[in-house]
């Protein structure tokens, strides 16, 4: 028996692991009323299925299983570091440099570390078009989960609490180009990001904002 080997998996799922209970801060930052909200794991689960979705019904000549591997580890620096959000005050050059380190520390003991190390920087740098997919997914799940919400009135825009996000002057930018709800500036600041690089995650993004998630689910049961 390779004792070592064992222990070397066993450790990092018991760190992996950690990321199930780990809750999305851009719902604490918008004060979400919800009895159980989506965790770390749950958001990187959503963003596979996406990718697989997507993948499914449109012609993006992609290594999907490249694009699987890239997202189901992509999060993985949030295990010892705080899931950022764009209100706080840190560049992204110091968030991945924190990532980097947080990172090379989490997977320091498997034998194909570097191999991981390597594919969560070419998620990052998006010159690949596997790179590029993956990061549309994770912009758009975020997207998704943020409306469904919404609809399920777990997020209000309006609630007091949430008076010095309105302040921000991208948050008043989006205001001012029409956006009403919480999903609106998910979706209209992930288009200037990333979205608006490809037509189909565009539309996507657009039917998002413009349609009733629930609602169509329920019809289609029916």
């Known amino acids: 028996m390779n004792t070592e080997?064992?222990?070397?998996?066993?450790?990092?799922?018991?760190?992996?692991?950690?990321?199930?209970?780990?809750?999305?801060?851009?719902?604490k930052i918008w004060h979400i009323e919800r009895e159980r909200v989506e965790s770390v794991a749950e958001h990187i689960y959503g963003t596979c299925m996406l990718a697989i979705a997507i993948d499914s019904e449109y012609d993006f000549n992609i290594d999907l299983m490249k694009v699987i591997k890239m997202l189901v580890i992509h999060e993985l620096e949030e295990i010892e570091i705080?899931?950022?959000?764009?209100?706080?005050?840190?560049?992204?050059?110091?968030?991945?440099?924190?990532?980097?380190?947080?990172?090379?520390?989490?997977?320091?003991?498997?034998?194909?570390?570097?191999?991981?190390?390597?594919l969560i920087e070419e998620f990052e740098n998006m010159k690949t078009k596997e790179s590029i997919f993956a990061?549309?997914?994770?912009k758009l799940e975020s997207d998704i989960q943020c409306k469904l919400y919404c609809e399920e009135h777990c997020l209000d825009v309006n609630k007091s609490e949430?008076?010095?996000?309105?302040?921000?002057?991208?948050?008043?930018?989006?205001?001012?180009?029409?956006?009403?709800?919480?999903?609106?500036?998910?979706?209209?600041?992930?288009?200037?990001?990333?979205?608006?690089?490809?037509?189909?995650?565009?539309?996507?993004?657009?039917?998002?904002?413009?349609?009733?998630?629930?609602?169509?689910?329920?019809?289609?049961k029916k």
């Open 5 to 27: 080997k064992i222990q070397n998996i066993i450790h990092f799922y018991v760190l992996a692991s950690t990321l199930k209970d780990k809750i999305r801060s851009g719902w």
């Open 82 to 118: 705080k899931d950022f959000t764009p209100f706080e005050k840190i560049t992204n050059e110091e968030k991945r440099k924190m990532g980097k380190v947080a990172v090379e520390d989490v997977l320091k003991d498997l034998t194909k570390k570097e191999e991981l190390i390597e």
């Open 135 to 138: 990061k549309m997914c994770d």
């Open 162 to 220: 949430n008076k010095s996000i309105l302040e921000d002057e991208r948050i008043q930018r989006l205001i001012e180009d029409g956006s009403k709800t919480i999903s609106d500036f998910f979706v209209e600041n992930h288009k200037e990001e990333i979205l608006n690089q490809d037509k189909v995650f565009e539309e996507i993004a657009d039917y998002i904002k413009n349609n009733t998630l629930l609602k169509e689910q329920k019809d289609v």
